[in-house]
């Protein structure tokens, strides 16, 4: 199978050269894990501040670095307590990583634009995370901020 390589269309790129991206972005999620398990984020400040709590309002991804840390000492429910949209998510986000590392190993072709199904899926992803922003700040929606 050709993919596209690094010296043009029909040369098909070394699988070094394929797994670099994959690999490189493995990493860096692992390194940010084992930093995250390390340094808390429970602790006011340890990794800075958040500008739009600061601004009053808690984002989609306020509480994600506590949810990581949860998760790395296996506490389920504190991570969901943290940021339940990022624990809900993460293990799509992990098969898309595992879909793309494998797809690059095989050498299979970029997959292009997502099917409808794919595409209609993304935007009821992208309305259930604008609904979940707008709750977890509103005084009813106070057990999902983080």
């Known amino acids: 199978?050709?993919?596209?390589?690094?010296?043009?269309?029909?040369?098909?790129?070394?699988?070094?050269?394929?797994?670099?991206?994959?690999?490189?972005?493995?990493?860096?999620?692992?390194a940010t894990t084992v930093a995250l398990h390390l340094r808390d984020p429970h602790a006011s400040g340890s990794w800075g501040f958040c500008p739009s709590a600061a601004l009053g309002f808690a984002c989609p991804g306020c509480g994600g670095l506590r949810?990581?840390?949860?998760?790395?000492?296996?506490?389920?429910?504190?991570?969901?307590?943290?940021n339940l949209a990022f624990v809900v998510?993460?293990?799509?986000?992990?098969?898309?990583?595992?879909?793309?590392?494998?797809?690059r190993w095989r050498g299979s072709p970029p997959m292009g634009l997502p099917g409808p199904r794919l595409r209609v899926a993304?935007?009821?992803?992208?309305?259930?995370?604008?609904?979940?922003?707008?709750?977890?700040?509103?005084?009813a929606g106070a057990w999902l901020a983080p």
């Open 67 to 82: 949810a990581v840390n949860d998760l790395t000492r296996l506490d389920v429910a504190a991570a969901a307590s943290s």
């Open 122 to 139: 993304g935007y009821v992803a992208s309305a259930l995370l604008v609904v979940f922003t707008v709750v977890r700040n509103l005084p």
């Open 89 to 103: 998510a993460l293990p799509f986000l992990l098969a898309g990583l595992g879909v793309w590392t494998l797809r």
């Open 1 to 30: 199978m050709s993919v596209v390589g690094p010296a043009g269309p029909g040369v098909a790129a070394s699988r070094a050269a394929r797994m670099r991206a994959p690999l490189l972005t493995i990493a860096a999620l692992g």
